[in-house]
């Protein structure tokens, strides 16, 4: 990034300037790895005892912080640095210099594609018949757009992504490097002597606006219809979403989440990593399913929920907590029925 002032940055983030006068930073970095010409923040106590020895520049602290800042270093005071923080780096991404229009001159662009005069194509992308790109839009080298994809406004694809045909991307996406959308559903006949016809999956993924898509997260295509994944979606690496699935707005899908065919999540769902979902079944609004567990039936009521087959998250942690006693149990079960027998036996001999 290029330098700027730390007064700048309290001026960006609204917050009190405190120290040395005339600094500016040109990087991030966390506060006990921090150098000089480098910002960080304090949000946490615990690192409090890093402020002695951190060499950065400008550390953004919270207002009632008793320390001072030391020689050479000043600090931006406010009421939540962790907050104030994605604040700047929002700023500091909007001053980057963004890819100017243009198509590159090794790019392959169907006659009947329609691209923006204000988009930028990379070199070595592949445009399909009849493709719309709109205004602002950013296709990063090595992209392969099949026939009638639309790519709406200000949305950004980065390297090596696959959009398969019929697929419709909303505004303001991000799709990260090696993300497939709209390769075929997971859907076969199975034949009496085990082998598989495959069904040809005629439908599309539809994305809404505002959603971002991880690294090597594949989005299947509907059989019929469309996959489809509602506004403001986060989803993160690696993730697979089934076909004919549908992603409630707003919910966030944490890396290794495996969502089978048909499953309807609802808004603002919150999805840990490495969940897994059995297919056709739903989910309620405002639901969050933590780390690791397995949905095997539809979740109706709104929650937190843990655990595999997933239940309410009280109940999952009693029931994983009696697991991991069984075998104390066990032993104890052992030694009752050693004293129960031995009682019997002392019974029988009168």
């Known amino acids: 990034m290029k330098p700027i002032s730390c007064e700048k940055i309290a001026e960006i983030i609204n917050g009190r300037f405190e120290g040395q006068t005339g600094l500016s930073v040109n990087g991030f970095n966390r506060i006990e790895q921090a150098t000089e010409g480098e910002l960080t923040f304090l949000s946490d106590e615990k690192f409090e005892k890093f402020l002695a020895t951190t060499g950065a520049s400008c550390i953004i602290v919270k207002d009632s912080l008793k320390a001072e800042p030391a020689d050479n270093q000043c600090f931006i005071r406010v009421e939540n640095p962790y907050f104030k923080l994605a604040e700047l780096f929002k700023a500091v991404d909007a001053m980057a210099e963004k890819p100017r229009p243009m198509i590159h001159p090794s790019a392959v662009i169907a006659e009947s594609a329609e691209i923006s005069g204000t988009a930028f194509i990379g070199a070595n992308c592949v445009i399909g018949e009849n493709c719309k790109?709109?205004?602002?839009?950013?296709?990063?080298?090595?992209?392969?757009?099949?026939?009638?994809?639309?790519?709406?406004?200000?949305?950004?694809?980065?390297?090596?992504?696959?959009?398969?045909?019929?697929?419709?991307?909303?505004?303001?996406?991000?799709?990260?490097?090696?993300?497939?959308?709209?390769?075929?559903?997971?859907?076969?006949?199975?034949?009496?002597?085990?082998?598989?016809?495959?069904?040809?999956?005629?439908?599309?993924?539809?994305?809404?606006?505002?959603?971002?898509?991880?690294?090597?997260?594949?989005?299947?295509?509907?059989?019929?219809?469309?996959?489809i994944v509602e506004d403001g979606v986060k989803i993160d690496n690696l993730v697979q979403i089934g076909h004919n699935c549908s992603i409630g707005e707003n919910t966030a899908i944490v890396s290794q989440v495996g969502i089978a065919g048909s499953v309807n999540i609802g808004k603002r769902n919150r999805l840990g990593g490495q969940v897994g979902f059995a297919g056709h079944m739903d989910t309620a609004d405002d639901v969050i399913v933590m780390a690791q567990s397995g949905v095997s039936k539809s979740i109706t009521k709104k929650g937190i929920y843990f655990g595999s087959p997933a239940r309410e998250r009280l109940k999952g942690f009693k029931i994983e907590a009696v697991i991991r006693s069984l075998p104390e149990m066990r032993n104890d079960l052992n030694t009752l029925k050693k004293s129960v027998d031995k009682m019997l036996k002392q019974i029988d001999n009168g």
């Open 133 to 227: 790109v709109a205004d602002n839009v950013i296709i990063m080298p090595n992209i392969t757009l099949y026939d009638n994809v639309s790519i709406g406004k200000s949305t950004r694809v980065n390297s090596s992504v696959v959009i398969y045909q019929d697929c419709i991307i909303g505004n303001e996406v991000i799709i990260h490097s090696g993300a497939i959308i709209g390769a075929d559903g997971f859907g076969y006949l199975e034949n009496a002597d085990g082998s598989y016809d495959k069904i040809p999956q005629l439908g599309n993924v539809v994305i809404g606006d505002r959603v971002e898509i991880g690294a090597n997260t594949t989005i299947d295509r509907a059989l019929l219809g469309s996959t």
